[in-house]
């Protein structure tokens, strides 16, 4: 319910949005400032770097979207994807996103978030280079995302659509989940339960 309601505020009243977003940031550091920056990562698969989106240039942050073929983004809409947007992000203090970072060649190799409400909540999403997939990063930055939200002591969220087989599988592939509704167009809204 609160989900469907922040999607319609989103689409249909940005500048209302705007408001929420900013006294949301304002209150989740407030309740969770101090956890966040007390967060340490163990799930950073081999060869790999993570860093905080707030460390790495907008600039490769766009160019990493602009990288991604149009498929990628059929269920993944999270926010706009032009710099203005990515440094806004930056400073969001309850947008705690990721960046996985090749350590052969510096490349991005894939984004993960947890975008976080001061209620307790955190909602995942992740998308992975496309020249990166399949090798199960999708699956650990899930696993990443995990212990950072379950690390500051969120309940966390996701909703993917069963068409989306990969997300759907490195979804369960990396933890216990919970149906909370079965949504339209074959979306499911998950609660990822703790191991
Ligand atoms: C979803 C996504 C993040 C998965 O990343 P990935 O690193 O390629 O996935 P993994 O290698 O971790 O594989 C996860 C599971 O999906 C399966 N899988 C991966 N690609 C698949 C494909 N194209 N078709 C069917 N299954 C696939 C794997 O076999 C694995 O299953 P298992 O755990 O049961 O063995 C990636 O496809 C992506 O970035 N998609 C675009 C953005 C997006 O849709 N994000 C999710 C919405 S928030």
Redesign the pocket.
Known sequence: MLYKLAHIIKDRFPFVWDVVEKVNEWLFVMRYGRKTKRITVKAVPDGYELKHLRDVPAERIEAFFAH?PKE?????R?HPFDKKSIVRLQKNGSYLAYLLIDKLNGQIA?YCFNRCFFQGRGF?????DID??????????NRILNEVGFGIGLRLF?S?SKD????Y??A??ASNVRVVEEMDNHELFLEILPD
């Open positions: 991604q990628a983004f059929s269920y993944f999270p894939g995942r999403g992740r998308m992975v990166y997939r399949g090798k199960r990063l999708g699956t650990a930055m996701e993917v989306n087989v990969a997300s599988r490195s369960l592939s």
